[in-house]
Structure formats: structure tokens, C-alpha cells
């Protein structure tokens, strides 16, 4: 089974080098893969690997476990995974086997997985750390501990057991965090076919469709296009969009509802995160215009602030005085800006930050401040921007016309040498923008 990963396999080994630079010749290091996930009885959810051995291999098979040994003369990086086996094969798809494991994903040696009991405590002897993801597979931690027990146990016989265990996100998550140009690549064809379903959710609402009526579309766009969804897509029309991880997707549009689709494909495992608030009857009412404007400003004031040597708040303390002095503009808000700001007034009605991380994970690794303060914006990160605005719909505090709105506008930002790239930019963004596409033709 040849991979089909959108990267090269060269990349694939400069990353497990640099890991294991970072880590020292005398550590060793060991991912075990994502375990299969029971949906009901004997069906199983769609198999995702773990993000971190998929950075690192490309391999995309369950029950597997990486290991990284730097120096090892007969080969760094070995991997334990399935042999292949006809019969199982023939109901479950083809499997790589450790021959295909060394073929087709340039591991330096490989071993059936069922050998990983007998041959992991001998390349555990004698190292001096392990690093590892401790409390993510409670099974799998307790294997570990009985393989160093027995290293352990043979210490009056001359044997060196591991003495230090350090969580391997402290070095993995750093260099996932800046992206390369392959992966800058997969990153802009997810958002390219996330553009695409947006564009016909937009082109096919009407008065009367269900929510679950216009995810069928923008999924169907994903598969159509070899994606998945990256996340539970977000389909909230009027008052259900002001639910922040709204998924049960089962109301009914009405004419002069808002409607807010937060959906991302996920291609070759690389995620991308769009969100764009639309009107059923194609135009916005003039209270729904003022909102959408107002998050449309607070993108563009969090959007001026990505550069590099720029912090990483920086956008999200701009998006929040831009929403800020225009809910006090409106009257949502009274009293004097500073005081909002100091109070997190503004909370009331803007709930969440202003973006994350985005790459194999949706929220993707990566630290947002180091030693208290937050880091400074660098080229290759990725990360989303996307301030939003929702008001109750029973928040008898404001004045009718405002109930009821929910607006966020999500785009996803690959930071540049000298400013900043929009991978979603094509999208239509501002009230006009979207009123002119949703006036363009449909969809077959």
C-alpha cells in the first residue's frame, strides 16, 4: 500500500531527524498510532491517525507504534505495525506490512506489531530519556511502564534503564507549529474546497431549508473533492447560531433568519477553518448589516496585527476594542470604552478568542506565550482569525431588533516574511461581497 500523504517521503525523514536531534542521542522516543474507536457494538468511527505520528511517517494504519532511536546503528526509525494477512485483508482493505513499511514509507526498520512486547525493552536499555505523550492512551502507558519495569529489573545484571520521561510535546508541537511549503500547499487546496461548499450554501439557503439540508451540501462538496470534514459542521440558522458549537443542525431556516456555517474540510489530514454568517432572503436587515460590519472591522483590525515580530494577542486585543467601541456606537453597551475593556464587559455578547492554531489539528499544537508573555508572531505559522457577535435571543436588555443575531467570520492566515496571507481570501467576506454572490446564479 503505497502512501498517499501530499508530502514527500523526504520530508517525512527530515522532520523524524530534526525530532530527534532535538531530543539527544541518548533519548528514544515512541508514538504509539491513534486506536480504533467503537461507534456501536462491532462499527467502528472512520479511522484518523494520531497527528503526530502522521507528521512524522505518513502512515496511515492502526495499531502501530513509531519508535525513534538516535544512533541506532541498524537503523533510527522503526516502526511495529500489522503484517499483512489475506484474509483480513479482504475485509478490511490492504494493509502495508513491515516490508511495506520500509518500501513505501522509508522507515529504516520494521517489525511486525505482535514483536513489540519482546523487542521495545531492549531498545529501551540504555537509554538514558523517554519521550512520550504520558495520559492520552491510559492501555498503552501501562504497556510502557511494565517494558521499562522489566529494563529495570535487570539492573544487578549490568542493564541501564531510562531515568527521565519528558512529554514529547515540548519538541514535537514547536516544530509542527511552522509549517512548510508542502504542507502551505494541502493547507490552501483544504481551503480551497472549504470555499467552495460555502459558496453553494450560500447559492442554495432558502426560506424553509433545514440545517441538515445545507450540510448535506457543503459535505457533499468535501467528498466530492477526496476531503472529509475537519470538525461537526456548524449549521445554525436565527437564534441557533448564537450557540457557539451549535451541531445538532436540525432547525429550519425562516425567511430574515441569519444563517452561521462554521465548516472546514480536512484534506490529507491537513484541516482548514471557515466560517461566514449569510441571510436567508439573501439581503441583510439593516440591524444585521450594522453587526456583520462591526465583525467585519474587528477581522480587519485582528488581521492588520499578523506579521511577524507582531505577539499573538495582539489580534485578538484589537479585534476586541474594534467590537468594543462599535457595541458602544450601537448602545448593546454603555459607559466608556476603557471601562468595558478593563471590565470584559464586551463578553456579553463576544465569548471566545480570536483565533488558534490550525495544521493536522484544527486547534493545532503550539504554545500561544512562552514564559508568561505571549510569543511573537514568526513566518510559517498558520493560525485562524475570527471574531464573532451573538445576542441572546431572550436578552430583553437590548432592543428587539438586535435579538436573536448571531455573526462570526472565520478566515485562515499563514503568516509571511513580510505580512501575512489569507488562504481563505476568495471567499466572499464583507455584507456586499455576499449579497452580490448570493444574487449570482445557483447551484445544479
Given amino acids: 500500500m503505497k502512501p498517499v500523504t501530499g508530502i514527500d517521503g523526504k520530508e517525512f525523514a527530515r522532520r523524524r531527524r530534526q525530532l530527534m536531534r532535538s531530543a539527544g542521542d541518548d533519548a528514544i522516543l515512541v508514538l504509539p498510532a491513534a486506536p480504533e474507536r467503537i461507534r456501536s457494538r462491532d462499527t467502528h468511527y472512520p479511522y484518523r491517525q494520531d497527528s503526530d505520528l502522521w507528521y512524522l511517517a505518513g502512515f496511515p494504519e492502526p495499531e502501530a507504534v513509531l519508535v525513534l532511536v538516535p544512533g541506532r546503528a541498524h537503523g533510527e526509525a522503526i516502526l511495529f505495525c500489522r503484517e499483512r494477512d489475506p484474509e483480513r485483508e479482504g475485509w478490511d482493505g490492504p494493509r502495508a506490512g513491515p516490508e511495506g513499511a520500509v518500501e513505501h514509507f522509508g522507515m529504516d526498520d520494521a517489525y511486525p506489531i505482535e514483536d513489540l512486547d519482546e523487542i521495545l525493552p531492549g531498545l529501551l536499555e540504555g537509554r538514558s530519556r523517554v519521550y512520550y505523550h504520558f495520559g492520552r492512551d491510559t492501555e498503552f502507558d501501562l504497556k510502557l511502564i511494565g517494558w521499562l519495569n522489566r529494563v529495570r529489573a535487570q539492573v544487578r545484571s549490568g542493564a541501564q534503564p531510562p531515568h527521565e520521561f519528558l512529554e514529547l510535546g515540548h519538541l514535537l508541537d514547536e516544530l509542527r507549529l511552522f509549517k512548510s511549503p508542502a504542507e502551505l500547499k494541502l493547507l490552501q487546496r483544504a481551503a480551497a474546497i472549504s470555499i467552495q461548499a460555502h459558496e453553494v450554501a450560500m447559492r442554495c439557503v432558502r426560506a424553509g431549508v433545514h440545517e441538515y439540508e445545507l450540510q448535506a451540501e457543503i459535505e457533499r462538496v468535501f467528498r466530492r473533492n477526496d476531503a472529509v470534514p475537519a470538525y461537526g ?59 456583520h460590519d462591526l465583525v467585519g472591522a474587528a477581522h480587519a483590525a485582528a488581521l492588520a496585527q499578523a506579521r511577524p515580530g507582531v505577539p499573538y494577542e495582539a489580534g485578538h486585543a484589537a479585534a476586541v476594542r474594534t467590537l468594543t467601541e462599535g457595541l458602544l456606537r450601537l448602545g448593546l453597551l454603555k459607559g466608556s470604552l476603557a471601562k468595558n475593556i478593563e471590565t470584559a464587559a464586551y463578553r456579553r455578547f463576544y465569548r471566545h478568542k480570536t483565533g488558534h492554531w490550525l495544521g493536522l489539528d484544527v486547534h493545532d499544537v503550539g504554545d500561544y506565550r512562552i514564559e508568561g508573555e505571549s510569543r511573537l508572531l514568526e513566518p510559517g505559522m498558520v493560525f485562524t482569525i475570527e471574531p464573532g457577535l451573538y445576542i441572546a435571543p431572550d436578552d430583553t436588555s437590548v432592543a428587539a431588533k438586535w435579538r436573536g443575531i448571531g455573526i462570526r467570520t472565520e478566515d485562515d492566515v499563514v503568516v509571511t516574511k513580510d505580512g501575512a496571507r489569507v488562504l481563505t481570501a476568495k471567499l466572499a467576506r464583507s455584507a456586499d461581497e455576499i449579497e452580490a454572490l448570493m444574487a449570482g446564479p445557483g447551484i445544479d
Fill in 233 to 291: 459542521s456548524i449549521v445554525g440558522a436565527g437564534a441557533n447560531a448564537c450557540v457557539l458549537h451549535y451541531v445538532a443542525n436540525r432547525g429550519q431556516a425562516r425567511d430574515g433568519d441569519l444563517v452561521l456555517v462554521d465548516a472546514g474540510a480536512e484534506y490529507r489530514n491537513y484541516a482548514s477553518d471557515v466560517t461566514r454568517t449569510f441571510p436567508v432572503s439573501g439581503r441583510f436587515s439593516p440591524a444585521q448589516r450594522a453587526l
